[in-house]
């Protein structure tokens, strides 16, 4: 069981807007940023969001994040069938002491 | 170009050992946190270990706690995971990961990942 919850799988149509949530609680979301990842089948994760909304030089503005209180989300506008991966949320638990990782969402281009 | 290589991994029987290296290469080593981040097969991400830039500040996972330990060699650019008493649900991918420089928690390069596998 993760400490941050995020749905399992999303989809959408080339074109379409997709939203992820993440979800944690005060000891880790609510007074921590939040990153996310990408990964592509087969490969090593990439970081696509750092501090809540930052995008790393070469990522796409298709790709956003926000937070609100103990939630946090990524939307990928305009997708493309290349944006069919794993998306992880993370950041830093104050309690535990330690990085703590969604179970990670599937996204899906139909 | 940053390069990650992770080296060492392999199977060992449970309650072995095993160490992990990762060669760093392309950036200011001796700059950076750095950390392991496993995968077991089919499952999701789970950070293990933290180590700041003069491995002054060190964390661990509850999961290996007590029975990892992460090191560096600065001189060396090398970033290294001892593990022992290893268990069957240590069996994973083990990737190396680089802090960013202004949010730690925030890994902006990976390594490729060494597969460790805990067996009988």
């Known amino acids: 069981q993760s400490v941050l919850t995020q749905p399992p799988s999303a989809s959408g149509t080339p074109g379409q807007r997709v939203t992820i949530s993440c979800s944690g609680s005060?000891?880790?979301?609510?007074?921590?940023?939040v990153n996310w990842y990408q990964q592509l089948p087969g490969t090593a994760p990439k970081l696509l969001i750092y501090?809540?909304?930052q995008r790393p030089s070469g990522v796409p503005d298709r790709f956003s994040g926000s937070k609100s209180g103990n939630s946090a989300s990524l939307a990928i506008s305009g997708l493309q069938s290349e944006d069919e991966a794993d998306y992880y949320c993370?950041?830093?638990?104050?309690?535990?002491?330690?990085?703590?990782f969604g179970g990670g969402t599937k996204v899906t281009v139909l | 170009e940053v390069q990650l290589v992770v080296s060492g991994g392999g199977l060992v029987q449970p309650g072995g050992s095993l160490r992990l290296s990762c060669a760093a290469s392309?950036?200011?080593?001796?700059?950076?946190?750095m950390n392991w981040v496993r995968q077991a097969p089919g499952k999701g991400l789970e950070w293990v270990s933290y180590?700041?830039?003069?491995?002054?500040?060190?964390y661990y996972a509850d999961s290996v706690k007590g029975r990892f330990t992460i090191s560096r060699d600065n001189d060396k650019n090398s970033l290294s995971l001892q593990m022992n008493s290893l268990r069957d649900e240590d069996t994973a991918v083990y990737y190396c990961?680089?802090?960013?420089?202004?949010?730690?928690?925030?890994?902006?390069?990976w390594g490729q990942g060494a597969l460790v596998t805990v067996s009988s």
């Open positions: 990961a680089r802090s960013h420089l202004g949010v730690v928690t925030a890994f902006d390069f």
């Open positions: 392309g950036f200011t080593f001796s700059t950076y946190s």
């Open positions: 180590i700041n830039s003069i491995s002054s500040a060190i």
């Open positions: 005060s000891s880790n979301i609510g007074s921590n940023t």
């Open positions: 501090s809540n909304n």
């Open positions: 993370t950041t830093w638990d104050d309690s535990l002491k330690g990085v703590v």
